[in-house]
């Protein structure tokens, strides 16, 4: 999933270098087999290089499509503080600091930078700033691993990628729309904290955290 809001809505990612890879990784190799500044290696770098647009292009449209649907239908929008450059970073790791798994790593970081989700949240950014509306940063951590029932926080809540079972109160659903919801929570939080606080600092913590718990176990 690209996104999923906490009304039930999915959106699906286009995948637009997942399902151009193969086409791209043979234009790849020919360039390979081609003598190095020809003109076979120039007509065949510039394939690369169109294949490599097409699949910029058709991740750009989608992200576009999608962003301008949620801002003409959200005047707040949640999302989480992702830091996308930390978590796709290199599988291989450093020499002192070897990564394991280093195929699937690699794998991961494909699919993670094949979403865009940097170029989402700017695009809803400055989209909600055009319609007067607002994008609020919450932070990530155990958004889908919160029960909406009883607020049980535990990494045993999510066995799966997509399946959220409290451990606790035996709380079932999507893990995905269990933790768009405590990204909406967490963001009324903030905006809650904000209108009675002109300043957010340190002690603007507490008030957030007692929000956040009451909204959980509402």
Not at 135 to 154: D, F, M, W
């Amino acid at each position: 999933r690209l996104a999923t809001l906490s009304d039930g809505v999915v959106f699906l990612p286009s995948n637009s270098f997942k399902k151009k890879q193969a086409v791209l990784a043979r234009a790849q190799r020919a360039v390979s087999r081609k003598k190095k500044f020809s003109n076979n290696w120039k007509r065949a770098q510039k394939k690369v290089q169109r294949l490599h647009r097409e699949i910029a292009a058709i991740r750009h449209d989608h992200l576009h499509k999608t962003t301008t649907t949620i801002s003409k239908n959200h005047a707040v929008v949640c999302v989480e503080d992702l830091q996308v450059k930390n978590m796709s970073k290199s599988a291989s790791g450093t020499i002192a600091s070897p990564c394991k798994n280093v195929r699937a790593k690699s794998g991961l970081n494909r699919s993670i930078l094949d979403q865009g989700w940097g170029e989402f949240r700017r695009q809803l950014e400055y989209k909600q700033a055009w319609r007067g509306g607002e994008v609020i940063a919450v932070s990530p951590a155990n958004t889908s691993r919160t029960c909406l029932e009883c607020g049980h926080v535990s990494q045993d809540n999510r066995q799966t990628q997509s399946e959220f079972l409290c451990v606790r109160c035996c709380y079932a659903a999507n893990a995905d729309w269990v933790g768009s919801v405590n990204i909406l929570r967490a963001g009324h939080a903030r905006l809650a904290c904000r209108e009675t606080s002109p300043e957010v600092g340190a002690s603007a913590q507490e008030p957030i955290e007692a929000t956040m718990y009451e909204l959980a176990c509402a």
